[in-house]
């Protein structure tokens, strides 16, 4: 039976973090690495050019999805068929404006062939009527009232990029500078390396989708982000308070000691508190449709590489703090 210095019974280790340290950077530099490579790789790509495949949002555009009026099932069609059909569209001339060419539209069909997803660039009502009427032949008929068209312009689109970024940004800072006031600049440089282990892992999973399968990324990725970046915080702190508190208490202990102690005690609260967030995400990810459906997934990764972060590499890059800083830190 284990005592501490101050005389009471202290609880068997349940995860020795510190003497598994490497295992831990090891994963993570696997993960954080193929992230990497999927952002060059999309980065370099000339179709897309970004780190992620910007979706509507961003570039701006016009989106047609449309609901096929199918008995039992829809019949038999392809991606193809539907981009032949746009390759001959003849769209009505605006004044003043060339006519939009439709030879990239991105075609997506969802639900096994019962929904079409159209993005091509911007659109007139005029012009998005007839590009629907033109499908009528290879795809219809369709449902009544199970149209959808949005048109965002490039302006738009672009100033929504921008404002994403720059929440991202202030995000951070402030993280950073709440963690300085309250800890120590020690505890918030590495609480902003598990962050940005986070972000880039759960961007370089989607980088790689959006190569792989052509997912795009839209305003609410941005803010699946940020709540990843509230959530990892959250429970790196947790974990640092812990080890401040175990400092106080072991001080006479080596700091690998008071880590491994810190971790076992908010182990079993980490499990939990991600177990439940994990549970109205898959919720939404089997019964919330197609529009949180992305939203959820990266929320969900969010949490499950937040949670590893906060347990495992924050207070394993601290325990190789030289001692007599850290101890310092919590004087």
């Not at 609880?11 to 973090?17: A, E, G, I, S, V």
Request: charged share 15%.
């Amino acid at each position: 039976m284990a005592f501490n210095s101050s005389g009471s019974e202290e609880r068997p280790l349940r995860f020795p973090l510190t003497s598994r340290r490497r295992q831990v950077w090891l994963v993570s530099a696997v993960c954080v690495l193929l992230s990497l490579l999927g952002i060059v790789r999309s980065w370099t790509d000339p179709q897309i050019g970004l780190p992620l495949r910007p979706g509507l949002d961003f570039t701006g555009g016009t989106q047609i999805q449309l609901e096929r009026s199918c008995a039992d099932s829809c019949g038999q069609l392809s991606t193809i068929a539907v981009e032949d059909v746009l390759q001959r569209v003849e769209l009505p001339v605006q004044e003043g404006k060339p006519s939009p060419k439709l030879e990239n539209a991105r075609v997506q069909l969802l639900d096994r062939g019962q929904s079409i997803v159209l993005r091509m660039p911007a659109l007139s009502a005029g012009q998005g009527q007839t590009v629907i009427e033109a499908l009528e032949s290879v795809a219809g008929p369709f449902e009544a009232g199970g149209q959808s068209v949005d048109t965002i312009g490039p302006s738009l689109g672009g100033q929504l990029l921008r404002s994403s970024l720059i929440s991202l940004l202030v995000a951070f800072a402030g993280i950073a500078l709440y963690i300085t006031v309250r800890y120590d600049p020690r505890y918030a440089f590495l609480a902003l390396v598990a962050l940005a282990h986070d972000i880039v892992i759960v961007c370089g999973i989607f980088a790689w989708l959006g190569l792989t399968t052509g997912l795009e990324v839209d305003s609410l990725f941005a803010v699946a982000l940020l709540t990843i970046a509230g959530y990892s915080v959250n429970d790196t702190v947790v974990v640092f308070d812990r080890i401040r508190e175990r400092q106080r208490i072991d001080g006479d202990l080596p700091l690998s000691t008071q880590v491994d102690r810190a971790v076992s005690a908010t182990l079993t609260r980490t499990i939990y508190t991600s177990g439940t967030t994990l549970l109205p995400l898959l919720a939404l990810i089997l019964f919330g449709g197609s529009t949180l459906y992305w939203f959820a997934i990266a929320l969900a990764l969010g949490v499950i590489v937040g949670s590893w972060s906060s347990i495992a590499l924050s207070p394993s890059l601290l325990s190789i703090w030289p001692t007599r800083s850290v101890a310092a830190a919590s004087a």
